[in-house]
T-cell receptor
Framework: GAGVSQSPSNKVTEKGKDVELRCDPISGHTALYWYRQSLGQGLEFLIYFQGNSAPDKSGLPSDRFSAERTGGSVSTLTIQRTQQEDSAVYLC???????????????FGPGTRLTVL | GENVEQHPSTLSVQEGDSAVIKCTYSDSASNYFPWYKQELGKGPQLIID?????GEKKDQRIAVTLNKTAKHFSLHITETQPEDSAVYFCAARRRSGNTGKLIFGQGTTLQVKP
């Protein structure tokens, strides 16, 4: 079956422009995550959606970052007024639901490489 | 705050040798510890995980050990092969609440020389 997909795979933008990154999770997965991976670094948590619950936005680095998840499926991460330090790979992951939420495997997409000139 | 430290940052071994990557976590409420392998241009892929009620888990050439008292966990790869070359990440997730976010280590670049 299809895994997590992300688009675009690469995005080059100019400083100050807004960008939208899209994530299509695995069908039926109720949890969706966004992470950011800077060059040579680990993954930094950004935001987490679980069903109809309020999202965990604790990882968003500034108010220029926002994310939506429409209809409990597709998610869009929006970065307004991009800065050069926003350049990174943005990874999306999804997981299913079980009684033990803590143990659900996260399946990652291939990421979107964002370059801000 | 929550933090995961991973060492070494790079590791080079000869094919057939063993490789060990170590991580330390700060949040004592963490109860789930996955390891991910990331190949160039791809997203991370889960290779093995361990829960806090288990001290060791093995899957063929890969094993993970957990020391809750010391808040350490390690990945062991035996009989390494060139296709094991990749970046490996450890992560930790806490027990409480419904948040599923993972706290990742900084990654280890493993090179297996033929």
């Amino acid at each position: 079956g299809a895994g997590v997909s992300q688009s675009p795979s690469n995005k080059v933008t100019e400083k100050g422009k807004d960008v939208e990154l899209r994530c299509d999770p695995i069908s039926g997965h109720t949890a969706l995550y966004w992470y950011r991976q800077s060059l040579g670094q680990g993954l930094e948590f950004l935001i987490y959606f679980q069903g109809n619950s309020a999202p965990d936005k604790s990882g968003l680095p500034s108010d220029r970052f926002s994310a939506e998840r429409t209809g409990g499926s597709v998610s869009t991460l929006t970065i307004q007024r991009t800065q050069q330090e926003d350049s990174a790979v943005y990874l999306c992951a999804s997981s299913g639901t079980s009684l033990a939420i803590s143990y659900n495997e996260q399946f990652f997409g291939p990421g979107t490489r964002l370059t801000v000139l | 705050g929550e933090n995961v430290e991973q060492h070494p940052s790079t590791l080079s071994v000869q094919e057939g040798d063993s490789a060990v990557i170590k991580c330390t976590y700060s949040d004592s409420a963490s109860n789930y510890f996955p390891w991910y392998k990331q190949e160039l241009g791809k997203g991370p892929q889960l290779i093995i995980d361990i829960r806090s009620n288990v001290g060791e888990k093995k899957d063929q050439r890969i094993a993970v050990t957990l020391n809750k008292t010391a808040k350490h966990f390690s990945l062991h790869i035996t009989e390494t092969q060139p296709e094991d070359s990749a970046v490996y990440f450890c992560a930790a997730r806490r027990r409480s609440g419904n948040t599923g976010k993972l706290i990742f280590g900084q990654g280890t670049t493993l090179q297996v020389k033929p």
